[in-house]
Nanobody
Framework: QVQLVESGGGLVQPGGSLRLSCVVS????????LGWYRQVPGKEREWVAK???????DYDHSVTGRFNISRDDAKDTVYLQMNNRKFEETAMYYC?????????WGQGTQVIVSS
């Protein structure tokens, strides 16, 4: 059974930085691509960034140049480094894997951008 556990959320000031982690179990991280998403209450979940199993990355235009997604296959962990945070980026952040024909989401980690 594939499981994802996010961590690293918390309170950050506008302009500040935060790093999220997503630990994958049940399947070798090296075998799958992984994406980060976020959701504000009352709105649809939106894609933020992704990294393939070969290390290629892609970002939503709203975070390009400020966010960096990376992976450590030895630790089965994907990171999302978020810099220069904005008020409107307060949200629950989730990681997602599609593997063995199924989609798996983590439980999410809350990020609050506030002064």
């Amino acid at each position: 059974q594939v499981q994802l556990v996010e961590s690293g959320g918390g309170l950050v000031q506008p302009g500040g930085s935060l790093r999220l982690s997503c630990v994958v179990s049940g399947i070798p991280l090296a075998a799958v691509p992984l994406g980060w998403y976020r959701q504000v209450p009352g709105k649809e979940r939106e894609w933020v960034a992704k990294i393939t199993n070969t290390g290629s990355t892609d970002y939503d235009h709203s975070v390009t140049g400020r966010f960096n997604i990376s992976r450590d296959d030895a630790k089965d962990t994907v990171y999302l480094q978020m810099n220069n945070r904005k008020f409107e980026e307060t949200a629950m952040y989730y990681c997602r894997v599609i593997a063995r024909g199924s989609t798996t989401w983590g439980q999410g980690t809350q990020v609050i951008v506030s002064s």
